[in-house]
């Protein structure tokens, strides 16, 4: 689990990452909201802790910018105390919760862990992911880092295989199989023209991921 902090107080930046590898997640830390937006929008976070007043962008602009973009990455804010209209603007924006400071270590967690809990019932509903990469199984779309292409009917089966055997290898046998059916005449430059396509796919949505074709064998997905 990977964990983004978006603090300026760099002392309780430190704290939190501290708290957070304790306790097995990987954290990094944006010490101004610029930084802190380039990292939101990667999409490779697992949480968002953001707090609101920070330097060159607010927490808020950024949590607005994400959302426009659809990067859905689950985000808690860090309120002042009993600053109800932050709590209110963060939750209307579309912060999935939010902490005021100061807040003990036993509550982070356990928000933090029912928020990456709820996001990841939601993603296995209608979504199949691999590292930045994740395909929506309602709408066909390819989405990487809020941008999106569509797939079209083959290669969102493909893809969608692909993605349920991530960096395990595929034969090619079990992918003709799953995507044209057992007695089909299906020929293997079938697959390799649909990869292909794919592949330029991946490439429009700078996307970390890319199919790896092993000789003789099949395909496999690597994450840069
Ligand atoms: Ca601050």
Same mark, same amino acid.
């Given at each position: 689990?990977?964990?983004?902090?978006?603090?300026? *107080?760099?002392? /309780? #930046?430190?704290?939190? @990452?501290? !708290?957070?590898? %304790?306790?097995?997640?990987?954290?990094?830390?944006? $010490?101004?909201?610029?930084?802190?937006?380039?990292?939101?929008?990667?999409?490779?976070?697992?949480?968002?802790?953001?707090?609101?007043?920070?330097?060159?962008?607010?927490?808020?602009?950024?949590?607005?910018?994400?959302?426009?973009?659809?990067?859905?990455?689950?985000?808690?804010?860090?309120?002042?105390?009993?600053?109800?209209?932050?709590?209110?603007?963060?939750?209307?924006?579309?912060?999935?919760?939010?902490?005021?400071?100061?807040?003990?270590? *036993?509550?982070? /967690? #356990?928000?933090?862990? @029912?928020? !990456?809990?709820? %996001?990841?019932?939601?993603?296995?509903?209608?979504? $199949?992911?691999?590292?930045?990469?994740?395909?929506?199984?309602?709408?066909?779309?390819?989405?990487?880092?809020?941008?999106?292409?569509?797939?079209?009917?083959?290669?969102?089966?493909?893809?969608?295989?692909?993605?349920?055997?991530?960096?395990?290898?595929?034969?090619?046998?079990?992918?003709?199989?799953?995507?044209?059916?057992?007695?089909?005449?299906?020929?293997?430059?079938?697959?390799?023209?649909?990869?292909?396509?794919?592949?330029?796919?991946?490439?429009?949505?700078?996307?970390?991921?890319?199919?790896?074709?092993?000789?003789?064998?099949?395909?496999?997905?690597?994450?840069?």
């Amino acid at each position: 689990m990977r964990i983004l902090i978006v603090e300026d *107080e760099q002392r /309780l #930046a430190e704290a939190l @990452a501290q !708290i957070l590898s %304790k306790n097995k997640y990987t954290a990094d830390i944006s $010490l101004d909201g610029e930084s802190g937006l380039d990292n939101a929008l990667s999409g490779i976070y697992d949480a968002i802790i953001l707090d609101v007043m920070l330097p060159k962008l607010s927490g808020f602009e950024i949590l607005r910018t994400m959302r426009a973009e659809r990067v859905t990455t689950p985000v808690m804010m860090l309120t002042a105390k009993d600053d109800i209209s932050d709590k209110v603007t963060g939750l209307d924006l579309g912060a999935d919760d939010y902490l005021t400071k100061p807040f003990s270590t *036993e509550e982070l /967690l #356990a928000r933090l862990r @029912a928020l !990456i809990r709820r %996001k990841s019932d939601a993603v296995c509903e209608n979504t $199949l992911s691999f590292s930045d990469l994740s395909l929506n199984l309602d709408t066909f779309e390819l989405i990487c880092k809020g941008k999106s292409v569509k797939l079209g009917l083959k290669e969102f089966d493909i893809m969608k295989i692909l993605l349920s055997y991530g960096s395990r290898v595929l034969s090619k046998e079990i992918l003709i199989e799953k995507v044209w059916g057992y007695d089909s005449e299906a020929e293997y430059n079938n697959v390799e023209v649909y990869i292909s396509f794919l592949r330029k796919k991946l490439m429009h949505l700078k996307s970390g991921v890319s199919i790896k074709t092993i000789r003789g064998v099949g395909y496999s997905l690597e994450a840069q």
